[in-house]
C-alpha cells in the first residue's frame, strides 16, 4: 500500500477534515477519507457539522496504521485509540484531528495552521476530549454525571448536589476511584489543551465510549471546592472550569483598552503562561505558541513589540523563550519574569541567555515565588530603565551593590517548625481567643524559629525575647487592649533599635490580623488563606473582608509566617539563608554560591534585589563600547524626567558588570522601599546580563 501524500493547502482558511468510516467491532481498521475544505466553508454549512478531537499524544512513535483515501498512514497509539471509540456503529462521522489534519512535516503549514487552531475549535459543533479507555469505575461515573435532559441543566455556581448524588448512586469508593483516574489525566497537563478547551462550543469528556458534558464534570468539582480544600489536580480542573465559563459569557472589551495605555495583552499572556509553566507539551515552544489564540486581540498601543511572540516554528527553543522574555520585559519595562526563574530549572538550550524563563520546567508546589508575594506587579508606563545590546541578547540596566554572599546556609526542603503548625491550627478552632493567648502563641512561634536557625541569625538578628516582653507588657489585659487598639505608637518611646522596632511593627501586624479571630469562624480554605500571606495582610482576618494593609518587613517575620502551615507554599522551601559581606542577612535561591553578588535595581516599582553571578567567558571590549553608546541612544528618546534621572546617573557609572542571573532574593532591611532599609547601598553599577 502506498502512503498517502499531502496535497497543498491553497485558500487562506483552509482546513483538512476527516471522514470517518463506521465500524460495529471495535478492533476493524481504521478508515477515512480526508477532505478538503475552508473555515468559511464550514461556518456556511448547516448541515455537515464537524467534532474536533482533543487529546495527549503520548509516545511519538506513528506506530499504527490508518488507512486514508485508500493509502496508508501511520499515527500514535493514543489518536488511533480515540478514532475507535470516536467512530460511529453506522454513520460516518467528520472529525478534525490535528495529527491527520495537519501536515507535522511542513513548518510553514504548521505555523498558518496553528495561527487559525483558534478558529477550528470555534467552528466545531463538538469537541471530544478523550481521555483513554478507562475503567468500569469512570464508566459508571460519567453515565452518572450526564444530566437526563438539557432542560436540566444550570451553571455550576447553581448547580448543587452532585457529589451526593453521585454517591448515593454508586457508592462513596466509586465515585472517589472514577475522578481521581479522570482528574489525573495527562489531558489536563497539556499545554495545547486550554486553548481546545475555552476555545469549544460544547466540549465532552469521553472515556472509551462513554461520555459527560465538560460543565457536568467542572460542577462536579465546583462543588466539592465548597466542601473542603482542593487537591493540585482538582484545582486545574476547577480553573479551566472558570476560564472556559469567563470566555463563554465575556468577551474582552475592546472599546475599553483602545485608548488604554497599560499592556492588557501582554499582561493577560504573562498571567495565563505562568499559571501553566511546567505543564506537559512535546514541542517546548508550543508554551506560547498554544496559548497566544486565548488572550483575545492586543491594542494598537501594544503592537510595538508583537513581533517577537508571533508564532514561527522556523525558530529554535531558545530563540523563542528568549524573545519572549524580551517582549515581557519590554512590555513591563519591568523585572517581574525573573521570579519565573524556578529552582532546580532546566535551561532549554545552552545559548539560551539566564534572564529567559524556561516555560518546561515548574517550580515544586512547596516552592513560592518572592515577588509574586511581594505583589509588586506594577507597571513602570514610560520609565525607560533597561535597554539591550549584542543584538538583543545582553540586558542592560542599572543596580546598586548591595553585597557579596560570603558564607551559605543549608538549602531548606523541610517544615520549618511542625510545632508552630500545629499551635497555629488549634488557636483558629478555639471559641474565643483571648489577648493573652494570642501573645502566648506569639511568644512561642518567634522564639522556637530564632533557636532552630540561631546559628545563622546571630548576632545579624536580634533574639525576640525583649520584643515579645515588651509587647506582653502592652498587652497585659484584654479590655484594655481592645479599647485602645493595636497602635505602633508605644514603639516611639521604647529603648528598641532599628532592627528590633522592624520585627516588632511586623508583631503588631500579626496581632492586628488576629484581633479580628473572635468575628468571624474559619474554613480549612480561610486557615490556608491566612497562612499563605505573609507579605501583605488585609486589616481583618477574613479573606472576604480587608481595606488597609501591612507588609512584613523581617526575615525573621518570614520564618514564622512559612511555620504557620506544613503543607502549603512554603517562602524558605529550595532556599537558602546567606551572609553578605556588609553584615546583611539574606534569603536566597539554593543554587547561589559563595561570591555571588546582590544588587538592587534601579526600579522604583521593583524593589526586589537581585543574585548575580560573574560572567567567566571572555567579553569582547567593544561589548562594553556598544553597552553605552545603547544608553546615550535611549538618552535621546522622549523620557520621562524620572527615567532621563535614573539613565543620567546610569551613563556616569565607571564599572560594567557582566553577569548571569540567579534569580530574586530578600534582603534583611531592604524590602519595600528605602524607609525601612538599614543604610545607603553600594556604587551604581551597569549589570549587563548574558
Request: aromatic residues 10%; contains cysteine.
Amino acid at each position: 500500500m502506498t502512503t498517502y501524500q499531502y496535497q497543498k493547502l491553497t485558500e487562506s482558511d483552509a482546513i483538512r477534515l476527516i471522514l470517518l468510516q463506521p465500524s460495529t467491532d471495535l478492533d476493524s481498521p481504521l478508515v477515512c477519507t480526508l477532505l478538503y475544505t475552508s473555515l468559511t466553508h464550514c461556518h456556511n454549512n448547516l448541515i455537515d457539522k464537524y467534532t474536533a478531537l482533543s487529546y495527549v499524544w503520548g509516545d511519538a512513535a506513528r506506530s499504527r496504521l490508518i488507512k486514508v483515501n485508500n493509502e496508508a498512514m501511520y499515527i500514535t497509539a493514543s489518536l488511533d485509540s480515540a478514532l475507535r471509540h470516536l467512530r460511529d456503529r453506522h454513520r460516518p462521522r467528520l472529525v478534525w484531528a490535528d495529527a491527520i489534519c495537519i501536515d507535522q512535516d511542513d513548518p510553514e503549514e504548521r505555523n498558518q495552521q496553528v495561527n487559525q487552531m483558534g478558529w477550528v475549535y470555534r467552528q466545531a459543533n463538538h469537541t471530544v476530549i478523550y481521555l483513554g479507555e478507562g475503567t468500569p469505575e469512570t464508566r459508571l461515573f460519567l453515565e452518572t454525571l450526564q444530566s437526563k435532559s438539557p432542560v436540566d441543566w444550570k451553571p455550576p455556581h447553581l448547580r448543587r448536589g452532585s457529589i451526593e448524588r453521585v454517591r448515593d448512586e454508586l457508592g462513596s469508593e466509586v465515585e472517589v476511584a472514577a475522578r481521581e483516574w479522570i482528574v489525573g489525566r495527562p489531558w489536563f497537563k497539556r499545554v495545547w489543551i486550554l486553548q481546545e478547551l475555552v476555545l469549544s462550543q460544547d466540549p465532552w469528556i469521553q472515556c472509551g465510549t462513554s461520555a459527560t458534558g465538560w460543565t457536568c464534570l467542572y460542577s462536579h468539582v465546583f462543588d466539592i471546592s465548597l466542601k473542603r480544600l482542593l487537591k493540585p489536580e482538582e484545582r486545574i480542573v476547577h480553573s479551566m472550569g472558570r476560564l472556559h465559563l469567563q470566555h463563554r459569557s465575556l468577551e474582552w472589551d475592546k472599546n475599553e483598552t483602545a485608548e488604554n495605555e497599560t499592556p492588557w495583552f501582554a499582561e493577560r499572556l504573562y498571567d495565563l503562561l505562568k499559571s501553566r509553566k511546567g505543564f506537559g507539551v512535546t514541542d517546548p515552544r508550543d508554551m506560547l505558541f498554544a496559548n497566544l489564540g486565548l488572550v483575545g486581540h492586543a491594542t494598537e498601543y501594544e503592537n510595538e513589540f508583537l513581533h517577537l511572540i508571533m508564532v514561527d516554528y522556523q525558530k529554535n527553543e531558545a530563540k523563542v523563550y528568549s524573545d519572549l522574555a524580551r517582549y515581557f520585559l519590554e512590555s513591563f519595562d519591568d523585572f517581574r519574569i525573573f521570579a519565573l526563574l524556578d529552582p532546580n530549572e532546566k535551561r532549554c538550550e545552552s545559548e539560551a541567555p539566564s534572564w529567559a524563563p524556561d516555560w518546561v520546567s515548574g517550580p515544586p508546589s512547596q516552592y513560592s515565588r518572592l515577588s509574586d508575594e511581594l505583589k509588586y506587579n506594577q507597571y513602570s508606563y514610560d520609565w525607560k530603565t533597561l535597554t539591550w545590546a549584542s543584538q538583543s541578547r545582553v540586558l542592560v540596566f542599572g543596580g546598586r551593590f548591595l553585597g557579596e554572599v560570603q558564607a551559605l546556609g543549608p538549602i531548606i526542603d523541610q517544615s520549618l517548625c511542625p510545632q508552630i503548625a500545629r499551635d497555629f491550627s488549634e488557636l483558629l478552632k478555639r471559641d474565643r481567643v483571648l489577648d493573652r493567648d494570642l501573645c502566648q502563641f506569639m511568644k512561642s512561634a518567634f522564639e522556637q524559629p530564632y533557636q532552630k536557625w540561631r546559628q545563622w541569625l546571630v548576632p545579624w538578628i536580634p533574639d525576640p525575647k525583649r520584643i515579645l516582653k515588651w509587647i506582653q507588657e502592652q498587652c497585659t489585659n484584654e479590655k484594655d487592649w481592645l479599647k485602645r487598639g493595636v497602635t505602633s505608637d508605644w514603639l516611639i518611646d521604647s529603648e528598641m533599635d532599628d532592627q528590633e522596632i522592624l520585627i516588632a511593627l511586623d508583631i503588631e501586624s500579626i496581632l492586628f490580623a488576629l484581633a479580628d479571630i473572635n468575628k468571624v469562624r474559619l474554613s480549612d480554605a480561610d486557615i490556608r488563606y491566612l497562612s499563605e500571606e505573609p507579605w501583605s495582610w488585609s486589616g481583618e482576618i477574613h479573606p472576604r473582608r480587608g481595606h488597609s494593609s501591612w507588609r512584613i518587613r523581617s526575615l525573621m517575620a518570614q520564618l514564622v509566617f512559612s511555620s504557620f502551615i506544613t503543607d502549603g507554599p512554603n517562602l524558605f522551601y529550595s532556599r537558602r539563608i546567606a551572609r553578605l559581606g556588609n553584615n546583611l542577612l539574606a534569603l536566597v535561591p539554593g543554587s547561589t554560591r559563595i561570591g555571588d553578588i546582590v544588587s538592587l535595581p534601579i526600579q522604583d516599582f521593583y524593589p526586589v534585589p537581585l543574585v548575580l553571578r560573574h560572567n567567566l567567558a571572555q567579553i569582547d571590549g567593544d561589548l562594553d563600547v556598544e553597552i553605552r553608546q545603547r544608553i546615550d541612544d535611549v538618552l535621546r528618546e522622549d523620557l520621562s524626567w524620572e527615567a532621563r534621572e535614573n539613565l543620567d546617573q546610569l551613563r556616569g557609572a565607571e564599572v560594567i558588570q557582566h553577569l548571569t542571573i540567579v534569580g530574586e532574593c530578600f534582603v534583611e532591611g531592604w524590602m519595600h522601599g528605602p524607609r525601612y532599609t538599614k543604610g545607603e547601598a553600594g556604587p551604581l553599577q551597569i549589570l549587563a546580563l548574558h
